[in-house]
């Protein structure tokens, strides 16, 4: 039409002027679609392609076929008259009389396009009437159009929802969960239960509906497909909650949350009341949180009859779970898998190897081979292998390498946990045609990861998985056989898309021998946390405890033993304050206590990031480590205090990249092979640390600002700045993810570089580039949306700067935390070579530092040099400077490893932290916690030394115990503990006096830890006669016989004179002049006396007025509080004296 | 956003493909949208696809013969000033224009029975 007609003289569709008139007639403020927005885009590119296509019509003459459709109108409407109503349809065929929308635009509404409608005609002549009808009739059509595409996806959603087997079991799955408390679920791979049962309840009028997965990857696609396939991707019906991020708001009625996270609900609310229906997903595969949290629904169920509870599994062992739940109803859902052929290949015996060596790889390229030679190339499927572990993909990649290089014919990828996510991401493009995939992955593949397109399977059979073993409190990475269950979960990876081949490594006969199931993770794993959370739910004794599978006594037993050396249980097993603290905080027992006693001292920021750091995978890769470039880069972030330390320097170096370069981090990190993704997770674990420690009052809440004109300004910034985040964030999600890349046959062998040269240069592709550029972008948005990174700069700053004194208390503090995981330096590492130092703990002999540790490279820090050694006793391996390792984690893979470790101060640490010290009638024997042995020649020096630990730690365990006390948390209200917040400048004093104690030690002394010999014949054990008579002088500590050890119990963890070599049991002769330095007393002493004066007589100095009038709490114990109630013997009087005024009152009647 | 979504008035489903979904609105005018008019009462909902709360999506109507209510899928009806189910523009096929007479024809040997 539009080419035959006139055009107002200066009219031209293309040009933005006219576009822009007719924008104000059907694109207004408030039309359905506005100028400027996407739509209004799309509109005017339709438009185009709308005129383009009237053109040709009306050039293939269109008029024929209009000539043609009158007379058949005509006679159509004839015929009607004959045959049924007259359905009233127009003479002529009209494409728009199919358009079921009408627009009402501005021309309507003000008679615009009517004659009289033309403003003054001179300036501009605007659209003519036909250009206005044009105009909305290409709008009808787009609106049409766009009606249109959307209901097909509809469509297309609900055909594929349809054809999913449970869709056949949806009715009977609501009624089951209408009538009956617990319903179990049994549907196999591809069945579709995860996405569909939850939108089945939700479409049948269930409300509250909370879904746990074991993983948190899968609370986000699920909760992302589920609202796209319940047509709310825009809403928030359906969301999720993982450890930092959440999409539920008040309207979610279906939440995805990890089973970790539920657990934590119960513990707010027991009952659970803002759910209705629970499901359970995954629990065949029977994660330490997943059968914890069956027990807890157990009893929960029982107590909420309106609750309903659907377990949904693989068809394993079903009748273990419903039988748990009073044999509840089972729905069998059958999986949608094709044929899988298996093929049983048992490695040769010549192929075989022992454990110590290499594998060999021809089983694996006889496959490989083999497939090849039977499938013809332009048949597509890949190949996935699975092997124990990292070392074996290694070596298998190798050869198969090797192999590919020659055939042209396999991309070899590795998967694993500790390769970074990019290279981890990889395993999801795509093979040029005429190449397969070759994916070589530990047993991450068989649940966790999965990738379409999977025609081969090889099963080596074998599976790395971790245990406990609770004797030598070490974990313990042991190879394997797989269990049934897992050979087949495995072979069905080869028939999710078509049917499949498995080749098994393994006789039929070994297939039969197989465990049925896996061993369950409650089994194999310390229960540490398990109980403190079962205390602190309130569960009872965690051995009476109903577990669908129980663990086994022994596995509790020591887990509440070590909770008991920890201080987070007392004797009789209840929570003390900081256990109930604990038990909230989602880490590791040690790692919580560093927070907690962090937050103490002013060393909050470091503790935090140090806390968060060694709560996430490490984010030096593995990969990097043999590249020189990378140890270059990384050196200066290397500390020699110690691996968290190493840790604490990158994070900071990292923060201030981010401050002054934002995105260009990810360059920074990849030149240090750091993978970025664990330093994201340490900024938000870190925040989430914080938030914690504030909620339960050990960290004063920050002050808003002061609303000075600067802040208003920088907080409109600041909101400016973030809506333009969530923009990006938006737009991200709406991208979708992204198409997949095509590998390059070479991609295999391009190993991980971190060199900076061709990274940081401009010719690394652009293709590469690109997916880059926008994955900073994400990830950076996320964080400045998460993050104030001014605040995190500061910090960061702050921790960085730390003094040597601060340092100094800093790795006490970590060393408590981290107590008993201490090693000793076997006394001949400084003979060995550096790979070959030897460390010992208290339950393991034997162990090594883990590569990847800073005192692997560098183990000299921990000797202790000859020359320093020298003057008094070199033979004796006397010295002021021996350390110890207090470390992280204790592993077994190869070897026994220690890995992040921090060096401490031997002696001062040991009796600072310990739970139990010994010592001798003179106290130049030390034996701490029974292994290991101090001796001092200076017997005066290590009274000093005991006697002022002994004062700080009382000092220490006074204020942290005022400090819990003083926690908002109500848990603790309970427990009858509130005294004053501890005071800064107490906090200060005993800050200064701890480092004092670390770093100005002049004690000499020899470290060894003892025989087994030795350790039974440690202590005189009780005696008959012991030295009662000694007064109870210092305060708040009670000297008693200890009924095993023998002795005098001085505290809780200080046993005096127990040791059996002691000179003198009555240590009376023991007794020579003293004059103590903070009074005028000069009298003969016990060791013992001594440091009980001492600590009265300083402690009595510090209560003085003039001390500190401005603190704003002051002591309890006031000066009368040190006087006590004394009667003597001798003179039969009752006197009101110090302990020091009982001395000496105690030293007159002596002649 | 969520205030956005409407609360939902009931499922719709059609009569023939028994497609259904949740619908907030009956009508010829979507909710919160200006100067757009439908030509027959219909079953709509928030656009689904589209991050707007604005955005509808027509999901189908009453057959104005047969009163079957039906998607707007063209496996199930057509819309030719008025909505039609496809079983009635078959019964009334040569009152149609030839251009749906061919598409129709066309249609048959893929429809499902
Ligand atoms: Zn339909
Ligand atoms: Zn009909």
């Not at chain 1, 400027?36 to 009237?54: C, D, G, L, V, Y």
């Not at chain 1, 550096?834 to 560098?858: C, L, W, Y």
């Not at chain 2, 719709?12 to 907030?24: A, D, H, K, R, V």
């Amino acid at each position: 039409m539009s080419g035959r007609r006139a055009e107002p003289r200066d009219w031209d569709w293309n040009s933005p002027r006219c576009r822009a008139e007719l924008d104000h007639i059907f694109f207004r403020q408030h039309d359905y679609i506005r100028a400027n927005s996407p739509e209004h885009a799309e509109f005017w590119t339709f438009f185009e392609r709308f005129q383009r296509f009237r053109a040709k019509r009306e050039l293939s003459g269109s008029s024929s076929s209009r000539g043609r459709a009158e007379p058949q109108d005509g006679k159509a409407r004839n015929r009607s008259g004959t045959g049924g109503p007259d359905l009233g349809l127009p003479k002529e065929y009209d494409a728009r009389y199919r358009i079921s929308v009408s627009v009402c635009s501005r021309d309507v509404e003000d008679g615009f396009g009517s004659s009289g409608h033309r403003r003054s005609g001179g300036e501009s002549s605007g659209p003519g009437r036909e250009q206005v009808s044009e105009c909305r009739l290409a709008l009808l059509h787009f609106l049409d159009f766009a009606q249109k595409q959307s209901f097909s996806k509809v469509l297309k959603l609900r055909r594929e929802q349809r054809n999913l087997p449970i869709f056949q079991y949806r009715e009977r799955l609501v009624e089951l969960v209408r009538r009956n408390p617990v319903v179990v679920v049994a549907g196999d791979t591809g069945c579709g239960k995860s996405t569909q049962a939850p939108q089945y309840l939700l479409g049948s009028g269930f409300s509250n509906i909370a879904c746990t997965q074991p993983r948190r990857i899968a609370c986000i696609s699920l909760a992302k497909r589920v609202s796209f396939e319940t047509l709310n991707q825009f809403g928030s019906k359906v969301g999720y909650q993982i450890r930092f991020e959440t999409s539920r708001t008040p309207s979610t009625k279906l939440l995805f949350l990890t089973e970790g996270l539920l657990l934590r609900q119960i513990q707010q609310d027991a009952a659970l009341s803002q759910y209705q229906v629970l499901i359970v997903d995954e629990v065949h595969e029977r994660h330490l949180h997943c059968d914890f949290l069956l027990g807890v629904l157990r009893s929960l169920i029982a107590r909420r009859p309106d609750l309903r509870l659907v377990l949904m599994s693989a068809t394993i062992n079903i009748k273990l779970f419903s039988g748990y739940f009073n044999h509840a109803p089972v729905l069998q859902v059958p999986g949608r898998l094709f044929p899988i052929q298996v093929i049983y290949q048992p490695i040769p015996p010549e192929e075989q190897v022992s454990k110590s060596e290499k594998l060999d790889p021809r089983p694996y390229l006889r496959v490989l081979q083999g497939i090849d030679q039977r499938y013809p190339a332009e048949e597509r499927g890949d190949l996935l292998l699975f092997l124990s572990g990292v070392a074996e993909i290694s070596t298998i990649m190798e050869a198969c390498q090797t192999y590919a290089t020659h055939t042209n014919r396999w991309i070899v990828l590795p998967l694993h946990s500790t390769l970074s996510l990019t290279q981890q991401d990889k395993v999801f493009d795509i093979a040029p045609p005429g190449v397969r995939k070759c994916i070589i992955s530990t047993n991450i593949a068989e649940t966790s990861v999965t990738i379409d397109g999977v025609r081969f399977v090889v099963d080596s059979g074998k599976v790395k998985e971790m245990s406990f073993d609770p004797k030598a409190k070490m974990q313990r990475l042991q190879e394997f056989w797989i269990s049934r269950a897992s050979s087949e979960q495995r072979k069905g990876r080869a028939g999710r898309t078509g049917p499949g081949v498995c080749y098994r490594l393994y006789a039929e006969s070994d297939y039969e021998a197989f465990a049925p199931y896996p061993v369950p993770e409650i089994h194999r794993v310390a229960l540490d946390s398990l109980v403190l959370q079962m205390k602190s739910m309130g569960l009872g004794d965690p051995l009476s405890f109903a577990f669908i599978d129980p663990p086994p006594t022994s596995s509790i037993q020591t887990a509440v033993t070590y909770l008991k050396e920890q201080g987070a249980l007392e004797a009789r097993g209840e929570l003390t304050p900081i256990g109930t603290l604990l038990s909230q905080l989602p880490v590791d027992v040690v790692i919580g206590k560093m927070l907690v006693l962090g937050s103490l001292f002013s060393l909050v920021e470091p503790v935090l990031t140090i806390a968060a750091a060694l709560s996430v995978q490490s984010p030096f890769l593995r990969s990097a480590q043999h590249n020189p470039d990378c140890s270059t880069a990384r050196q200066p972030l290397n500390s020699d205090l110690g691996d968290p330390f190493t840790l604490l320097n990158t994070f900071n170096a990292w923060v201030q990249v981010k401050g002054e370069r934002g995105g260009g981090s990810r360059k920074w990190c990849k030149r240090r092979g750091l993978e970025e993704q664990r330093l994201y997770e340490m900024a938000n674990l870190r925040r989430q640390f914080k938030e914690l420690l504030r909620s339960h009052g050990l960290l004063e809440t920050e002050e808003p600002p002061a609303p000075s004109a600067q802040g208003r300004t920088e907080r409109r910034e600041r909101l400016t700045e973030r809506s333009r985040l969530y923009q990006l964030k938006r737009e991200h999600e709406l991208q979708d993810g992204g198409r997949r890349k095509v590998l390059r046959l070479d991609e295999g062998q391009e190993e991980e570089s971190c060199s900076g040269s061709d990274n940081e240069g401009s010719g690394s592709g652009k293709k590469d580039k690109n997916s880059m550029g926008r994955d900073v972008d994400i990830q950076e948005v996320k964080f400045k949306l998460r993050h104030n990174v001014t605040k995190l700069q500061e910090a960061a700053y702050v921790s960085a700067d730390l003094s040597s004194r601060q340092l100094a208390l800093l790795r006490l503090v970590l060393c408590r935390g981290l107590y008993p995981q201490l090693a000793l330096p076997d006394e001949h590492n400084s003979t060995r070579k550096d790979s070959e130092q030897v460390f010992h703990t208290r339950n393991k002999q034997g162990v090594m530092i883990h590569p990847t540790s800073v005192f692997a490279i560098d183990p000299e820090v921990l000797h202790v040099s000859e020359n320093e050694t020298g003057e008094f006793g070199a033979d004796r391996g006397e010295s002021n400077r021996h350390q110890l390792l207090a470390f992280v984690t204790l592993l077994e893979t190869n070897k026994p490893y220690v890995s992040s470790c921090v060096r401490v101060p031997a002696l001062q640490a040991l009796i600072l932290v310990a739970n139990s010290v010994d010592s001798n009638a003179d106290c130049t024997r030390l034996v701490v916690d029974g292994w290991l042995e101090l001796c001092v020649s200076d017997g005066e020096a290590a009274l000093r030394a005991l006697s002022s630990a002994l004062k700080l730690r009382a000092e220490w365990e006074r204020l942290l115990q005022a400090q819990l006390g003083h926690t908002g948390s109500g848990s603790t209200a309970g427990l009858g503990f509130s005294g004053p917040k501890p005071g800064r400048r107490e906090l200060e004093k005993l800050a200064e006096g701890l480092v004092r104690f670390l770093v100005y030690n002049e004690v000499t002394y020899s470290l060894r830890r003892l025989t087994a010999l030795q350790t039974q014949n440690l202590y005189i054990g009780p005696q008959l006669n012991p030295e009662l008579s000694l007064p109870p002088l210092f305060p708040g500590m009670k000297a008693e016989p200890d009924p095993v050890k023998g002795g005098l119990r001085v505290t809780s963890y200080f046993t005096y004179n127990c040791l059996c070599d002691s000179k003198d049991l009555y240590s009376e002769c023991l007794r020579t002049f003293w004059s103590c330095p903070h009074c005028d007393l000069h009298m003969p002493l016990t060791p013992l006396e001594r440091m009980q004066h001492e600590a009265t007589c300083r402690s009595a100095e510090e209560q003085q007025p003039e001390d500190d009038p401005t603190d704003d709490s002051p002591q309890a114990a006031s000066t009368s509080a040190l006087t006590r109630l004394y009667h003597c013997d001798l003179c039969n009087k009752d006197l009101t004296l110090t302990s020091t005024q009982i001395l000496k009152h105690k030293r007159q009647h002596q002649p | 956003m969520d205030s956005g979504e409407g609360a939902v008035r009931g499922v719709f489903t059609c009569e023939l493909c028994e497609l259904s979904s949740p619908y907030t609105f009956y009508g010829q005018k979507p909710p919160n949208t200006r100067g757009i008019v439908l030509l027959e009462e219909c079953y709509g909902m928030r656009d689904p696809f589209s991050p707007e709360k604005e955005k509808f999506l027509v999901l189908g109507s009453k057959c104005c013969l047969c009163n079957k209510i039906v998607c707007v899928g063209t496996e199930c009806s057509l819309f030719y000033t008025k909505r039609f189910c496809l079983p009635c523009v078959r019964e009334h096929l040569h009152q149609f224009p030839e251009q749906i007479q061919t598409e129709l024809a066309k249609k048959k040997p893929t429809q499902k029975s």
